[in-house]
């Protein structure tokens, strides 16, 4: 069975404060692994999505990397607007490439 | 605009009383599924569909039903909704079952 675990369950970050988000997974074949942010009371927002152990994507004050058993979202000089849930995921190989989703972490960044 | 629409947005029902959730996409998307999201266990498929007349279960269907009579339209019902079916609903589609899913704003259920 897949699982995806996210670590830490909250982090508290002060405006200017670079930090990591981790997601650890295990999955029968890995067909993607995915980043969302989700707003309180909202749907989730695509961020990323990477393919193979060694793949960066970036988007403004985020960097997403991947290795074979985990995934980093980096946040550098975060903003509080950036504050919000942010949702790993993975796809895996099977029939109709089922997706998991980890509980998230939720990112709190203070001015 | 590209957009998962979902209706209504916010529901007090009572037990036992049939009820239907709406979802519309406009991006021609083939793969539609729905979600819910509780605290503590993360978003969990409810159901999920390939194509038009095309469905199946996902990881918690007990109390569900779902159809695929259109492309654009897949509506989630309780026919018999109980408490513990009290979360937050989000319908979601993609392209296809291998490509990025895009997500509704999300349906609040409360069953009293």
């Known amino acids: 069975e897949d699982q995806v675990t996210q670590s830490p369950e909250a982090l508290r970050l002060q405006e200017g404060e670079s930090s990591s988000l981790n997601c650890s997974y295990t999955v029968s074949g890995l067909r993607g692994l995915f980043w969302y942010r989700q707003d309180p009371g909202k749907g989730p927002e695509f961020l990323f999505t990477l393919y193979s152990a060694g793949e960066e994507k970036e988007k403004e004050r985020l960097k997403a990397t991947l290795t074979k058993k985990e995934s980093f979202l980096h946040i550098t000089a975060p903003k509080p607007e950036d504050s919000a849930t942010y949702l790993c995921a993975v796809r895996d190989s099977g029939g109709y490439q089922k997706v998991t989703f980890g509980i998230g972490t939720k990112l709190q960044v203070i001015p | 605009e590209a957009q998962v629409t979902q209706n209504p947005r916010y529901l007090i029902t009572v037990t036992g009383k049939k009820l239907t959730v709406t979802c519309s996409q406009n991006?021609?998307?083939?793969?539609m599924s729905w979600y819910r999201q509780d605290p503590g266990l993360g978003l969990r498929q409810i159901y999920y569909s390939m194509n038009v007349e095309v469905t199946d279960k996902g990881d918690v269907p007990e109390g569900y039903k779902v159809s695929r009579k259109e492309k654009r339209n897949f509506p989630l019902i309780l026919e018999s909704p109980s408490p513990n079916q009290t979360s937050l609903y989000f319908c979601?589609?993609?392209?296809?079952?291998?490509?990025?899913?895009?997500f509704g704003e999300g349906s609040w259920l409360t069953v009293v």
């Open positions: 991006m021609n998307h083939e793969y």
């Open positions: 979601a589609s993609s392209l296809g079952a291998g490509n990025t899913i895009y």
